[in-house]
């Protein structure tokens, strides 16, 4: 129903990017670390996002890299077709480009200054095979960003039920990523408490009582009018402050630049 609504035209599908920038706290997490990112990229680089889904990330991306070459892929040919339709409305399709791929076999060796990630490791099997695709298709200091569950998610195990694992631990997926062939790999919690409490008032609870009743999508409006100033609180300590522990890992790893 969702897809539905915000598909029918550009307007509403940055309404439901905006929405979905607001809500997941590994949104914020992701933006701030491209922020970041971006002052260390050329102006003209080249960016893929391995496992676009709804495109939000791309959409993001296009905006604070005007002159960035942004490929994105996915395995589901309707979210490819649908971002695509999306991209060209809005006059920005010269540069950026949705293809159908699988990750397990998608390499192209040194093309990519960067890299994403984003709730996409969870779902494969042989992570190891795709890191190293991925370590092959950057240049040298050319940078990964993955957003993943860590294995303090016990919320997900029970409310998603398509992921090969229940997250990651914060070594495993540092030695994954070392035996890649990145040299440079830094970790770090989301979804602290209060990031967890956000989580399931804002989208957990919500998902739950429309898979009971669509007449709950009446009530949406009237519940985050209550519920989302709160989050958006919640949300903003998550990102602000240091997590010790928590259900989601956001990791910045690096290839090595070459020397001579």
């Given at each position: 129903?969702?897809?539905?609504?915000f598909?029918?035209?550009?307007?509403?599908?940055?309404?439901?990017?905006?929405?979905?920038?607001?809500?997941l706290?590994?949104?914020?997490?992701?933006?701030?670390?491209l922020?970041?990112?971006?002052?260390?990229?050329?102006?003209?680089?080249?960016v893929?996002?391995?496992?676009?889904?709804?495109?939000?990330?791309?959409y993001?991306?296009?905006?604070?890299?005007?002159s960035?070459?942004?490929?994105?892929?996915?395995?589901?040919?309707?979210q490819?077709e649908?971002?695509?339709?999306?991209?060209?409305?809005?006059?920005?399709?010269?540069?950026?480009?949705?293809?159908?791929?699988?990750?397990?076999?998608?390499?192209?060796?040194?093309?990519?200054?960067?890299?994403?990630?984003?709730?996409?490791?969870?779902?494969?099997?042989?992570?190891?095979?795709?890191?190293?695709?991925?370590?092959?298709?950057?240049k040298p200091g050319?940078?990964?960003?993955?957003?993943?569950?860590?294995?303090?998610?016990?919320?997900?195990?029970?409310?998603i039920?398509?992921?090969?694992r229940?997250?990651?631990?914060?070594?495993?997926?540092?030695?994954k990523?070392?035996?890649?062939g990145?040299t440079?790999?830094?970790?770090?919690?989301t979804?602290?408490?209060?990031?967890?409490?956000?989580?399931?008032?804002?989208?957990?609870?919500?998902?739950?009582?429309l898979?009971v009743?669509?007449?709950?999508?009446i009530?949406?409006?009237f519940?985050?009018?209550?519920?989302?100033?709160?989050?958006?609180?919640?949300?903003l300590?998550d990102?602000?402050?240091?997590?010790?522990?928590?259900?989601?890992?956001?990791v910045?790893?690096?290839?090595?630049?070459e020397?001579?």
């Amino acid at each position: 129903m969702l897809g539905i609504v915000f598909n029918r035209s550009p307007i509403m599908r940055k309404c439901f990017y905006i929405m979905l920038d607001l809500l997941l706290i590994r949104a914020w997490h992701i933006k701030r670390s491209l922020r970041q990112i971006r002052n260390i990229l050329p102006d003209n680089a080249f960016v893929l996002d391995a496992g676009a889904g709804f495109g939000q990330y791309t959409y993001f991306m296009s905006k604070i890299g005007k002159s960035w070459q942004i490929k994105a892929v996915d395995v589901k040919s309707e979210q490819v077709e649908d971002c695509n339709r999306f991209f060209y409305k809005i006059n920005r399709n010269d540069r950026i480009r949705f293809e159908i791929a699988d990750l397990n076999t998608f390499c192209e060796p040194e093309q990519y200054h960067l890299v994403i990630c984003i709730d996409v490791m969870e779902h494969i099997s042989d992570d190891i095979a795709v890191f190293q695709n991925i370590h092959s298709s950057l240049k040298p200091g050319g940078i990964l960003l993955v957003s993943t569950p860590s294995d303090l998610d016990s919320h997900h195990k029970s409310f998603i039920c398509e992921h090969v694992r229940d997250g990651y631990n914060v070594c495993e997926l540092r030695n994954k990523l070392t035996q890649a062939g990145f040299t440079k790999v830094e970790v770090k919690y989301t979804y602290g408490l209060f990031g967890q409490i956000s989580w399931i008032i804002s989208i957990k609870f919500p998902m739950m009582m429309l898979n009971v009743t669509t007449l709950f999508f009446i009530l949406l409006p009237f519940y985050y009018s209550v519920t989302f100033p709160v989050c958006l609180l919640f949300n903003l300590w998550d990102v602000c402050v240091e997590q010790k522990s928590g259900t989601g890992l956001n990791v910045c790893a690096t290839k090595t630049q070459e020397t001579h």
